[in-house]
């Protein structure tokens, strides 16, 4: 079965640089989450989309932007990067919106470690 | 506000001894709770479930864990540990409102399976 496409799965950069981050959920799911994970840390949600709308809002520094796109892809643009940035970037998709006594299981890719230096 | 506590970062067990990772939570609704297993430099996998069905969930690999709501916990167990059950183990918290849900996850524990 298809699953959640993280690009590029290794990525290096300098301080100051910018960072673009790609997501592409299974297929017809709507619903993207974006997760940060640094060394030895849990998983911190970032922010969420569904059909193209930001859906909900975690501990994403402003010099972070993400969006979904018309095919349901969604990017995470990282700017001014800080070595603190350097983490395991997670994101996972559902189908649909999760409402009162319904849940929607995410499914995670695999995730792109990014390495700020 | 949600959160979850995992007792213990690190948990050793002997291959084919009973393998117990604690998590309690703290939720101001019912909840929906999970246990995610990553194995390194791997992304986070579904080991299983609760969304207010059985208390008692199995999942795959052999695990299972018990909601108990007095208690605040849902505990991960699994009768016999394989070599391959080594990795961290992430307990996981989902609230229900007025639209999406978001995980928040615990801080994780290291399963270590010696022969």
């Known amino acids: 079965a298809a699953g959640v496409i993280q690009s590029p799965r290794h990525l290096i950069k300098e301080k100051r640089e910018t960072a673009t981050l790609k997501c592409y959920p299974i297929p017809r799911h709507d619903t993207v989450y974006w997760y940060q994970q640094g060394p030895g840390q849990d998983p911190q949600f970032l922010i969420s989309f569904y059909e193209k709308m930001q859906s909900d809002k975690g501990s994403i520094p402003d010099r972070f932007s993400a969006q979904q796109f018309s095919d349901y892809h969604s990017e995470l643009n990282m700017s001014s990067l800080e070595l603190g940035d350097s983490a395991l970037y997670f994101c996972?998709?559902?189908?649909?919106?999760?409402?009162?006594?319904?849940?929607?299981?995410?499914?995670f890719g695999p995730g792109t470690r990014l390495t700020v230096l | 506000a949600q959160s979850v506590t995992q007792l213990g970062s690190h948990v050793s067990v002997s291959e084919g001894a009973l393998v117990l990772l604690r998590c309690n939570y703290s939720s101001s609704v019912p909840p929906y709770l999970f246990w995610y297993v990553q194995y390194p430099n791997q992304g986070l996998q579904l080991l299983l479930k609760?969304?207010?069905?059985?208390?008692l969930v199995k999942g795959i690999n052999g695990f299972e864990a018990e909601f108990k709501k007095s208690e605040t916990s849902f505990h991960l167990t699994k009768p016999s540990a394989h070599m391959s059950d080594a990795a961290e183990y992430f307990c996981a918290v989902s609230e229900e409102g007025s639209g999406y849900s978001t995980l928040t996850f615990g801080k994780g524990t290291m399963l270590l399976v010696s022969p």
């Open positions: 609760y969304t207010s069905a059985a208390t």
């Open positions: 996972a998709s559902s189908l649909g919106l999760a409402g009162l006594g319904t849940y929607n299981e995410q499914f």
